[in-house]
């Protein structure tokens, strides 16, 4: 089981950044591993964000974000993060990090078993 904790979460104005962290315990070297990250607003259903293979580094993101926001990784630190940049009022939404066994990146939820807390962004002049 991998422990998920999101930071960096808040209010930012149109346009602004923001920059969530992940912080990931229990990933067991040698093993195959893909990071998400996936929101939800009032009333929505989840959807994904953007997906990173932990081993590989290759990522895979949303249309209603690709060239906005980018997810890296800190190997050292099993951290991963996702920079948001021309925040828009429609990212507002609870963000969540989630964890999943296997090789490649993935937009579904299903291919992930372990999910942070959550982290509100809130996008509002």
């Known amino acids: 089981q991998v422990q998920l904790v999101e930071s960096g979460g808040g209010l930012v104005q149109p346009g602004g950044s923001l920059r969530l962290s992940c912080a990931a315990s229990g990933l067991r070297f040698g093993s195959w591993y893909r990071m998400g990250w996936f929101r939800q607003a009032p009333g929505e259903e989840r959807e994904f964000v953007a997906g990173?293979?932990?081993?590989?580094?290759?990522?895979l993101y949303a249309d209603s974000v690709q060239g906005r926001f980018t997810i890296s990784k800190d190997s050292a630190k099993n951290t991963v993060f996702l920079q948001m940049n021309s925040l828009k009022p429609e990212d507002t939404a609870v963000y969540y990090c989630?964890?999943?066994?296997?090789?490649?990146?993935?937009?579904?939820?299903?291919?992930?078993?372990?999910w942070g807390q959550g982290t509100q962004v809130t996008v509002s002049s």
């Open positions: 990173l293979n932990w081993n590989g580094g290759s990522t």
């Open positions: 989630a964890a999943g066994s296997g090789f490649g990146s993935s937009p579904d939820a299903r291919a992930y078993h372990d």
